[in-house]
């Protein structure tokens, strides 16, 4: 592995890992109304808003919730 390949996947990790924080900030955000209309409930908002910004759900290899 080159260092450049190496410093483009650091790179592409730690954006995802921002783009996820921004996400369930914003999940963490929406009022029950909006839940509703989206289809997930409260409890399950929270669940997700207090996931650590590195836990992702789509990282190849990862078991499904």
């Known amino acids: 592995m080159s260092m ?3 410093l483009v ?3 592409e990790r ?6 996820l924080a921004a996400q369930r900030r ?3 955000g929406l009022d029950g ?16 808003a207090r996931r650590p910004f590195w836990d992702d759900p789509c990282r190849p290899g990862r078991p499904r919730r």
């Open 4 to 6: 450049i390949g190496a």
């Open 9 to 11: 996947r650091v790179h």
């Open 14 to 19: 730690v954006a995802r890992w921002s783009e």
């Open 33 to 48: 109304r909006i839940l509703k209309d989206i289809g997930v409930s409260q409890a399950e908002a929270e669940w997700e």
């Open 26 to 28: 914003q999940l963490h």
